[in-house]
């Protein structure tokens, strides 16, 4: 009994541990010295674990072209605690997004606020 009751209490502690430990830090991705504001429309949503993503088409005119930046979000559950469910934004909208560069210069950045024309749909 005290042998099972002991490997039950290791596996909880391990699953534990290892669930913490793959979560990362946003510094380790973003460089919080490289703001970006960012206005454009929704091209898609993904409304998934473990972060929610909201891609946003930019027209860049220094490269004469639209491109796609992925703007990382808190989960599903945290947005939803904060009002924010799937029909908060639909793809077409016109947004505007402050957040942090990823380090490896990518287009992608972790959102600080997202609004839309008439409102603050999300902050920080």
Known sequence: MKLTNL???????????ASNVAHHSTSAEFDSNKSVTLSGIVS???FM???T???VDV???????????AC???SP???ARRGFTRGSLKVGM???VIGTRAKDGSFKIHTDSLSSENSILFTK
């Open 7 to 17: 490997l039950f209490s290791f596996v909880l502690i391990f699953a534990f541990v």
């Open 44 to 46: 898609n949503v993904d």
């Open 49 to 51: 674990n473990p972060h």
């Open 53 to 55: 993503y909201v891609f």
């Open 59 to 69: 027209n860049d005119p220094a490269a004469g072209k639209v491109r796609t930046w």
């Open 72 to 74: 990382e979000l808190a």
């Open 77 to 79: 559950t945290e947005l």
């Open 94 to 96: 016109s947004v505007r």
